[in-house]
Every structure is written in C-alpha cells, then in structure tokens.
C-alpha cells in the first residue's frame, strides 16, 4: 500500500490531496500521469527541477505493509 500526500506548507497550510493505493500504478492512474513519472517521484528524494521555485507542492509518497 502507498500514501500519496500533496501539499503547500507556506503561511496557509493546504492539503490537496492524501490518498491510500494499493500500488503505484493506481496512483499514477488516480493522477492523471503515467507509471514512470509516479515511480520517478516515489524513487527520487533529492531536490527535484520544480522545486527551485518559491510555491510548489511537495509530494510525499510513503510506503507502508499493511496487515
């Protein structure tokens, strides 16, 4: 199972989007990119090209084992 948390953290705290998928695949589906897009943000922890500017999103992708 994964967690896909979208968010802003500046002043105003907004929560975009905070889902549970059973795979990547899903997720990619769920948001409208391909598989290799979802897996290169879930793959890749260092600073990313959108990131050098002042309001983005950050993404989190968090995997979990479920019970």
């Given at each position: 199972?994964y967690?896909?948390?979208?968010?802003?953290?500046?002043?105003?705290?907004?929560?975009?989007?905070?889902?549970?998928v059973?795979?990547l695949?899903v997720?990619?589906?769920?948001?409208?990119?391909?598989?290799?897009q979802?897996?290169?943000?879930n793959?890749?922890?260092g600073?990313?090209?959108?990131?050098?500017?002042?309001?983005?999103?950050?993404i989190?992708?968090?995997?979990?084992?479920?019970?």
């Amino acid at each position: 199972m994964y967690n896909c948390r979208i968010y802003h953290d500046n002043d105003i705290k907004i929560e975009l989007l905070n889902i549970n998928v059973p795979t990547l695949k899903v997720l990619a589906e769920r948001l409208d990119m391909t598989y290799q897009q979802v897996a290169d943000l879930n793959s890749r922890k260092g600073l990313r090209k959108y990131q050098q500017f002042k309001y983005f999103p950050k993404i989190e992708i968090t995997e979990y084992k479920s019970n």
